[in-house]
Structure formats: structure tokens, C-alpha cells
């Protein structure tokens, strides 16, 4: 990790982005949006792509129907059959 630190440390930024100094960082990002539409539309295309990956992701998670199993349906704890013997016969 030491190595990661003094590799990073020439191109990290002398300026503290803290509190009311990291409004002027706002000012100029918001500055270069307005001047440059390219800019503009790489922001638009990355707030684009984050909202379909995200309801993407949100629809993958979601599981159609009730939680609870079908009445008839046996609950098993294992769905395959586990072999316990050492060789795996």
C-alpha cells in the first residue's frame, strides 16, 4: 500500500477541495458543463448509463411472484444430493 501512496502523491491536487474552497472547484466544473457542450454530453451520457445500470441491477434483484412456495412443493434444505465420502463417490 506504501507503494500505492508514493506513487499517487505527485498527481494528487495541493488544493483543499474542503468546505467553502471546494465551491470554487463546483464553480469551474459547472463553468467548463456550460462552455463545452462535448462536456455536457458525457455527463449526460454517464447519468444516463448509471440510471439503466442501476434499474437494471434493481429489476435482476426482483423476483416475480410470492416469496412463499407453491402448496405440493417440497422444501428441501440440499437440491442436489451431497455426497459426504471423502473421494466424492
Known amino acids: 500500500m506504501t507503494g500505492l501512496r508514493a506513487f499517487l502523491r505527485p498527481y494528487s491536487t ?3 477541495t474542503a468546505g467553502w474552497r471546494g465551491v ?3 464553480g469551474f466544473a459547472l463553468a467548463i458543463l456550460v462552455a463545452l457542450p462535448q462536456a455536457r454530453a458525457l455527463v449526460a451520457a454517464g ?3 448509471g440510471l439503466v445500470i442501476g ?3 434493481i ?3 426482483y423476483q416475480g411472484g410470492s416469496g412463499t412456495p407453491r402448496r405440493g412443493t ?3 434444505l440440499f437440491p442436489r444430493t451431497v455426497s459426504l ?3 466424492g463417490a
Open 85 to 87: 465420502s471423502p473421494n
Open 55 to 57: 434499474a437494471f441491477l
Open 47 to 49: 447519468l444516463a448509463g
Open 59 to 61: 429489476l435482476m434483484r
Open 74 to 76: 417440497p422444501i428441501t
Open 24 to 26: 470554487l472547484w463546483l
Open 14 to 16: 495541493p488544493a483543499a
